[in-house]
Nanobody
Framework: QVQLAESGGDLVQPGGSLRLSCVVSGMTLNYKSIGWFRQAPGKEREGVSCIRSSDGITYYADSVKGRFTISRDSAKNTVYLQMNSLRPEDTAVYYC??????????????????????WGQGTQVTVSS
């Protein structure tokens, strides 16, 4: 039974920081890409960042590059998203999801939403003064 559980969402002020966690159960992170996606009200879900757990290669959307850092602890089956310098436009429900890293062209579309088969329920991040 594969499950992903996000946590760490909160209300923070602009410029603040937050760390999200995604605990994966029912499978190891081996050969997986674990991605973070977000969806704001009235907007489509967009990719934020992902990590290919086999070698630790990461990818970031331009909107978060330099501010967010994705990491993993394979022994704990956990992926983290450290978010710094948060902006109001970062407000969204954040989801983590799992994909077979070698089942699609990861290097071409690492945040291709259709490649991700398992999804968490999301955690709310609100950035507001």
């Amino acid at each position: 039974q594969v499950q992903l559980a996000e946590s760490g969402g909160d209300l923070v002020q602009p410029g603040g920081s937050l760390r999200l966690s995604c605990v994966v159960s029912g499978m190891t992170l081996n050969y997986k890409s674990i991605g973070w996606f977000r969806q704001a009200p009235g907007k489509e879900r967009e990719g934020v960042s992902c990590i290919r757990s086999s070698d630790g290669i990461t990818y970031y959307a331009d909107s978060v590059k330099g501010r967010f850092t994705i990491s993993r602890d394979s022994a704990k089956n956990t992926v983290y998203l450290q978010m710094n310098s948060l902006r109001p436009e970062d407000t969204a429900v954040y989801y983590c999801a799992s994909a077979d890293a070698y089942g699609f062209r990861w290097s071409q579309q690492p945040l291709g939403v259709r490649a991700y088969s398992y999804w968490g329920q999301g955690t709310q991040v609100t950035v507001s003064s």
